[in-house]
């Protein structure tokens, strides 16, 4: 791959981390919010349960098989049929897309009683928690509607090599359920409610951020009802592997869900609140990267030049674990304190703190695998492939029951975290051997070579910043937050300059990477 090919990759992706990032941090403000006045009791287990439901229908159907289904059918038609066609298909998508997303809110509506029950089981079937969480499951189930249509604008406009408008779109979703909280959550007899209403908003929001920009692009809002169109069939085709592959991925969570609602009150709200801090460095690096690369990877299929291909592919893989591996120390070695500090204030007290840094922990050991999977699968949807991470993904979710199983004895929510992890580090090696022998790898010592300076580097961070932590924040602990959190804030900085000095020192290619990152609009 050329070296402006590599530069527009980095720099598309620092678009998507741009963005990501204030979405991030307003999310985080979110759940600060949100363990100010719910902390880890009945009313957040209900929200967080409801909407977890139509969030997974979301990666489902909509970002789990729509847009990896439709980016490299967009893109075939963009590079070989021309831009008109390639809108009138995407018209097409569009208006089959609206009348079955219509279909399944109702649905979702109707079967709410019986979702929760699936969903989370050790709720009972009555009950002030069960029928709390029925409701708000009925309030936020037509977000998938909206968050639908959201993915569909975001597959048109990345194939276009656009990224800011849906990198920018969760931005809106964290502030509709902020405002809910302060706005609408007090006339409500239970404020919870309020928040779900906030999901909504926040999804129409998002909807309408996309429009002016694919009306710029050239795209026009009017319903062109032609379901045997060849590239419609096409994506169906591909979308049907990619669904299942997406339900079993989404089962590993289900599975996680499941099990906790059988422990201790709080455990899905601790696994909430861990997870939410590892999708920080995940959304914001991890799915920018991936996003970045998916239309290039798939430009280069078209295009048959493969040599390019698995020039992109190392490229992306390298700047991720460039960013995860010392992600993936920092959170396991600051993760109390950076849960204090955001967290603990109100209803989320001490003994959660702690309980929310154990699973926070056990996330934080697959966190470079999280990251690198997203980037793998990228690479088989370019190939236009959804049929061999149906196979993986399968494999990997009884690897996941199964590490659950044997590790939520001792390990209790823990154990949950934990088996995630173990179930994501094998997803990795199976799509890591079998893109192998799709398209043999040259030349992959020099990058493994590349892989282990970034682990010394994170390593020489690492124990600086151990040291820094336990001579400074845990000694004075007892400190005001103000206090604390000015500590924190050094010790990061002093991390990531060490670990920046290290790979420099190592040489570390990636460094020229993450300048690229920065973004120019």
């Known amino acids: 791959m050329s070296k402006s090919e590599n530069n527009k990759v980095s720099h598309d992706a620092g678009v998507v981390s741009f963005f990501t990032f204030l979405s991030r941090i307003l999310g985080l403000v979110r759940d600060v919010i949100v363990a100010r006045f719910f902390g880890a009791g009945l009313a957040a287990d209900a929200f967080f349960v409801a909407f977890r439901i139509p969030n997974l229908l979301r990666r489902l159907f909509a970002e789990g098989s729509l847009t990896v289904a439709f980016i490299p059918v967009f893109t075939e038609y963009l590079n070989k049929k021309g831009r008109q066609d390639a809108f009138d298909m995407a018209r097409i998508v569009l208006t089959i897309l609206a009348i079955i997303l219509t279909i399944i809110s109702i649905a979702g509506i109707i079967l709410a009683p019986w979702i929760v029950k699936f969903q989370a089981f050790g709720f009972g079937s009555s009950g002030a928690k069960y029928e709390l969480t029925v409701l708000l ?158 239309p290039a990877l798939t430009e280069k299929v078209t295009l048959k030049e493969f040599d390019e291909f698995s020039s992109t592919l190392k490229h992306s893989l390298g700047l991720i674990l460039f960013i995860c591996i010392p992600s993936t120390a920092g959170l396991m070695i600051l993760g109390n304190s950076i849960i204090m500090i955001i967290f603990e204030r109100g209803a989320f007290d001490t003994f959660t703190t702690l309980m929310t840094n154990k699973a926070l922990f056990y996330y934080s050991i697959g966190l470079w695998s999280f990251a690198c999977n997203r980037i793998l699968l990228s690479a088989f949807y370019a190939f236009q492939d959804t049929k061999t991470p149906v196979r993986i993904a399968i494999i990997t979710f009884f690897l996941n029951l199964l590490f659950a199983l044997l590790l939520i004895g001792p390990l209790r929510h823990g154990g949950i975290a934990l088996a995630l992890s173990l179930s994501s580090m094998s997803q990795f090696f199976l799509l890591f051997f079998f893109l192998g022998k799709k398209l043999p790898w040259h030349h992959s010592m020099p990058f493994i070579g590349k892989i282990m300076k970034h682990i010394m580097a994170a390593i020489i961070m690492g124990l600086i910043i151990y040291f820094l932590h336990a001579k400074w924040l845990i000694i004075n602990s007892g400190f005001g937050i103000l206090s604390l959190t000015a500590g924190l804030f050094v010790i990061i900085i002093i991390g990531i300059i060490v670990y920046l000095f290290s790979a420099w020192i190592l040489g570390c290619h990636e460094l020229k990477d993450l300048k690229e990152m920065l973004p120019r609009f």
Do not use: C
Request: net charge positive.
């Open 137 to 294: 499951t009925m309030i936020t189930f037509p977000y998938i509607f909206f968050i639908s249509l959201v993915a569909f604008f975001m597959g048109v406009l990345n194939s276009l090599r656009k990224f800011a408008a849906p990198a920018a779109a969760p931005i809106f979703l964290n502030l509709g359920i902020i405002g809910a909280i302060f706005l609408i959550s007090p006339f409500f007899e239970e404020p919870i409610i309020g928040v779900a209403i906030g999901v909504i908003i926040g999804g129409i929001f998002q909807v309408v951020l996309q429009i002016p920009f694919v009306i710029k692009a050239g795209f026009v809002f009017k319903p062109l009802w032609r379901p045997s169109h060849p590239g419609v069939k096409k994506i169906g085709r591909l979308m049907l592997p990619a669904i299942l592959g997406s339900a079993v991925y989404q089962l590993n969570s289900y599975i996680g869900t499941f099990l906790a609602s059988f422990l201790e009150e709080g455990s899905i709200s601790w696994l909430y609140y861990a997870d939410r801090l590892v999708q920080f460095p995940l959304g914001v690096f991890a799915i920018a990267i991936s996003t970045a690369a998916l």
